[in-house]
């Protein structure tokens, strides 16, 4: 079943206050382990239910990336130069600060927001409380997918064909790895880098690659499928989307080796894991895709409005330090 409450409502009043404060109240059933889902094609966002239920809420832009931050859902918007943060226990949207139009990638880890911005090639820190943007870096050309060991923020720079240390006290480039064309999706695992990636124009890419910060070189590729671009790690497990194949396989963090492959809708683009399952969404399928980690099957297809992108789990928790 499938609800949407409040549209245009919560529309006229994003516009009625968007001269004042910008705040925007709501109302959603409460449930358990609720999964929140932005879109990339529709200024909305779906609240998902015991894997069915969804309430559509409308946005008054269309989220590029969420986080979960300091226990609020942390939205960024291309077009919009704030920040905005929704409140889950009061269920209202209200502005964090001003950052500037053109963020397009979030990641939230060691109590700092680090925001990418894909068209100016730079990454801001920010702090929220109060809201400060601590720092920035230049980076290469189009930054994009990003993950944290603490210390130091790893970015791949799509079309700089990089990948980008950056030391998150200073915010300096520390150093600069050539591992694919066009990387996108990374993960850190036991002093290396496992990145994914589109590849070279007219022999696109099908492997994900390991690089060894230790030996400063690539140590280890595998085939994965076509246009692997995002890679999410969960304790042991590696699972990598491709999108040009249209499916999620399964690794072993520690050896690459493969444990398992399963289609899902097209355009596989973002996944998060937690309670022993996969959510994956397909932007071009309108679904949201529900995988059971053991298994690795899908358990359930759930519909969604046109364009699903970005999700969170309301479980999980504030640092999400590879993404």
Same mark, same amino acid.
């Given at each position: 079943?499938?609800?949407?409450?409040?549209? =245009?409502?919560?529309?006229?009043?994003?516009?009625?206050?968007?001269?004042?404060?910008?705040? %925007?109240?709501?109302?959603?059933?409460?449930?358990?382990?609720?999964?929140?889902?932005?879109?990339?094609?529709?200024?909305?966002?779906?609240?998902?239910?015991?894997?069915?239920?969804? &309430?559509?809420?409308?946005?008054?832009?269309?989220?590029?990336? =969420? %986080?979960? @931050?300091?226990?609020?859902? %942390?939205?960024?918007?291309?077009?919009?130069?704030?920040?905005?943060?929704?409140?889950?226990?009061?269920?209202?949207?209200?502005?964090?600060?001003?950052?500037?139009?053109?963020?397009?990638?979030?990641?939230?880890?060691?109590?700092?927001?680090?925001?990418?911005?894909?068209? #100016?090639?730079?990454?801001?820190?920010?702090?929220?409380?109060?809201?400060?943007?601590?720092?920035?870096?230049?980076?290469?050309?189009?930054?994009?997918?990003?993950?944290?060991?603490?210390?130091?923020?790893?970015?791949?720079?799509?079309?700089?064909? /990089?990948?980008?240390?950056?030391? /998150? @006290?200073?915010?300096?480039?520390?150093? &600069?790895?050539?591992?694919?064309?066009?990387?996108?999706?990374?993960?850190?695992?036991?002093?290396?880098?496992? $990145?994914?990636?589109?590849?070279?124009?007219?022999?696109?890419?099908?492997?994900?690659?390991?690089?060894?910060?230790?030996?400063?070189?690539?140590?280890?590729?595998?085939?994965?499928?076509? =246009?692997?671009?995002?890679?999410?790690?969960?304790?042991?497990?590696?699972?990598?989307?491709?999108?040009? #194949?249209?499916?999620?396989?399964?690794?072993?963090?520690?050896?690459?080796?493969?444990?398992?492959?399963?289609? $899902?809708?097209?355009?596989?683009?973002?996944?998060?894991?937690?309670?022993?399952?996969?959510?994956? #969404?397909?932007?071009?399928?309108? &679904?949201?895709?529900?995988?059971?980690?053991? #298994?690795?099957?899908?358990?359930?297809?759930?519909? /969604?409005?046109?364009?699903?992108?970005?999700?969170?789990?309301?479980?999980?928790?504030?640092?999400? /330090?590879?993404?």
């Amino acid at each position: 079943m499938k609800r949407k409450i409040g549209l =245009m409502g919560a529309a006229a009043l994003a516009l009625l206050l968007g001269a004042c404060s910008g705040e %925007v109240s709501y109302s959603w059933p409460e449930g358990d382990n609720q999964l929140f889902v932005t879109h990339i094609k529709k200024p909305v966002l779906t609240v998902i239910s015991s894997g069915a239920e969804q &309430t559509e809420l409308e946005l008054p832009f269309i989220a590029s990336d =969420m %986080v979960m @931050a300091e226990d609020k859902l %942390v939205l960024a918007s291309k077009e919009e130069d704030r920040l905005y943060a929704l409140d889950l226990e009061t269920q209202k949207l209200e502005p964090l600060g001003d950052t500037g139009e053109g963020i397009t990638k979030l990641l939230y880890g060691g109590g700092n927001l680090y925001a990418a911005y894909a068209d #100016s090639n730079k990454i801001a820190q920010i702090a929220l409380e109060p809201f400060t943007i601590k720092n920035t870096a230049e980076t290469g050309r189009h930054p994009h997918s990003m993950a944290m060991d603490g210390s130091k923020l790893y970015v791949t720079n799509v079309y700089g064909q /990089t990948v980008q240390a950056i030391g /998150t @006290a200073t915010m300096d480039v520390e150093a &600069t790895l050539q591992i694919v064309d066009r990387p996108n999706g990374i993960a850190l695992e036991d002093g290396s880098v496992i $990145v994914g990636g589109h590849g070279p124009y007219g022999q696109l890419n099908d492997s994900v690659y390991r690089y060894s910060l230790k030996e400063e070189k690539t140590v280890q590729k595998v085939e994965t499928g076509l =246009m692997p671009i995002e890679i999410i790690k969960d304790g042991g497990n590696l699972f990598v989307l491709n999108h040009g #194949s249209h499916d999620v396989v399964k690794l072993d963090a520690a050896t690459l080796e493969l444990q398992g492959k399963v289609s $899902v809708g097209d355009n596989p683009y973002y996944a998060v894991a937690s309670g022993g399952n996969l959510y994956v #969404s397909s932007m071009d399928a309108d &679904t949201v895709s529900e995988i059971d980690i053991e #298994s690795f099957t899908v358990t359930n297809e759930i519909p /969604t409005a046109a364009g699903p992108h970005a999700m969170v789990l309301e479980e999980d928790t504030d640092e999400n /330090t590879g993404h």
